[in-house]
C-alpha cells in the first residue's frame, strides 16, 4: 500500500470517513463566514471614515441639526454613523426650544442621547459580531472531531491484528496511518478558523474603543450646547 491521500481514502473505514465530510463541512461554513465577516467589517469601516470625515467638522462647531440631516438613513453610513445618528436622532426628538436649558430639561435630553447612543452601540457590536460564534466552535471542535477519528482509526486497527492473528507493526501501520489523517484534517480545519476568530475579535475590540470615544465627543458636544456654550449655526449668522 501506498501512503498517498488517495489510498489512505480508499482504505478507510465508514466512521473515518463521516468524520472526513463532517470536517470538510466545518471547514467549508468557516471559511464562508470568515470571508463574509472580513468583507462586511472593512467595509463598514471604510463607511464609517467617510462618515467621520463629513459630520465631524459640523459637530466640532456645534452643528448638530446640520449633523443629523447628513447622518439620516439615505447611504452606507457603517458602524460609527448608525451609532452617531442615534444619539442625533435623539437630540432632535428631545431638543429644548431655547439654550441654555434648565437643570431638569437638560438631564433629561442629556440621558436620553446618552442611552440612544448606548443602546446603538450595543447592537452595533453585536451586528459586527455576527458569526463569531461558529468560527469559535470550529476551531475549538475540528482537533476533538480528528482525534476521535484518530482513535476510532486505531480501535479497528487493533481489531483487524487481532482477527488475522499476526502482528508487528508492519500489520497496522497503514491503519495507523489512515486513523492519523482524521487528527490531521482536523488541524488544518482548527487554524483558520482559530486565526480568523482571534483576528476579528480584536478588529471589533478597537472599533468599540472607537465608538465608545465617537459617543463620549458627541455627548460633550451635546452640554456644550444645552448649556449654550455653543451655539446653532443660524443664530451665529445671525
Known amino acids: 500500500m501506498q501512503f498517498t ?51 465631524g467638522p459640523m459637530l466640532a462647531r456645534g452643528e448638530l441639526e446640520g449633523a443629523w440631516t447628513a447622518a439620516r438613513p439615505g447611504g452606507e453610513l457603517g458602524y460609527l454613523g448608525r451609532v452617531i445618528g442615534a444619539g442625533l436622532a435623539a437630540f432632535a426628538s428631545n431638543a429644548p426650544s431655547r439654550l441654555p436649558a434648565q437643570g431638569h430639561e437638560r438631564e433629561g435630553v442629556f440621558e436620553s442621547v446618552s442611552r440612544a447612543l448606548e443602546r446603538q452601540a450595543q447592537r452595533e457590536v453585536l451586528s459586527l459580531k455576527r458569526g463569531y460564534g461558529l468560527l469559535a466552535t470550529v476551531g475549538s471542535t475540528a482537533p476533538f472531531v480528528g482525534l476521535l477519528g484518530t482513535v476510532m482509526g486505531i480501535v479497528t486497527a487493533f481489531q483487524q491484528m487481532a ?3 499476526s502482528g508487528g507493526l508492519g ?3 497503514a491503519g495507523i496511518a489512515e486513523a492519523l489523517i482524521t487528527t490531521a484534517f482536523g ?11 482571534n483576528y476579528l475579535q480584536g478588529w471589533v475590540e478597537a472599533r468599540s474603543i472607537d465608538i465608545s470615544e465617537s459617543s463620549n465627543e458627541l455627548l460633550d458636544v451635546v452640554a456644550k450646547r444645552l448649556d449654550g456654550r455653543l451655539a446653532p449655526a443660524a443664530e451665529e449668522a445671525a
Open 5 to 55: 491521500l488517495i489510498e489512505l481514502w480508499g482504505h478507510m473505514g465508514v466512521f473515518a470517513k463521516l468524520i472526513v465530510f463532517a470536517l470538510a463541512i466545518m471547514s467549508v461554513a468557516s471559511l464562508i463566514v470568515l470571508g463574509e465577516r472580513l468583507v462586511v467589517s472593512f467595509l463598514s469601516r471604510a463607511a464609517s471614515r467617510a462618515f467621520a470625515a463629513r459630520v
Open 163 to 165: 482477527a488475522s492473528g
Open 171 to 173: 500489520t497496522v501501520s
Open 187 to 197: 488541524l488544518i480545519v482548527a487554524i483558520p478558523a482559530v486565526m480568523g476568530y
